[in-house]
């Protein structure tokens, strides 16, 4: 039978110790040990794996919510940069539009306040600053109407 032993000697009572055990009695906390240890080395496996997983779906959510905020900013031929102003039914955005390539201002019908007063408020305005022909008004160019619900306008 398999067996480990050990003896030492005790000088003071100038007498020898020995013992004697089964091996499987004797290593039987370190199996314990063993299995201890593996177990925390695959949590930590594990865990390195939900990390790398999470990561990559954090990139992934991160790329398409830039997507998003970049596709959010673009109306039609004009990307939306900053708010300039904000009015009594409508907001004003510093603009650009992409293929007459200058800068622009757009405003956009509040969507909590449109209704059809307030379109056809929206709508006398523009034609009515159409009308204007001085240096120091605005000129429009066009609008994105198709682009928005008909609660979102645009001049």
Known sequence: MPSVGAWTWLKDFDIGLVTEADVAEA?????VLRLGFGFIFALLVLAAIAVFLLMRLARRLNESARKAALKAKQLGQYALEEETGTGGFGTV??????????PA??????????????VARFEREVQLTCG??????IALFGGANAARPRSRRQS
């Not at 909590?112 to 007063?117: H, I, K």
């Open 27 to 31: 290593l039987g906390p370190l199996r």
């Open 93 to 102: 955005f510093r603009g650009h539009h992409a293929l007459m390539r200058r």
């Open 105 to 118: 201002a757009v405003k956009l019908l509040d969507p909590l306040q449109a209704n059809e007063l307030s």
């Open 132 to 137: 204007l022909a001085h240096p120091n008004t």
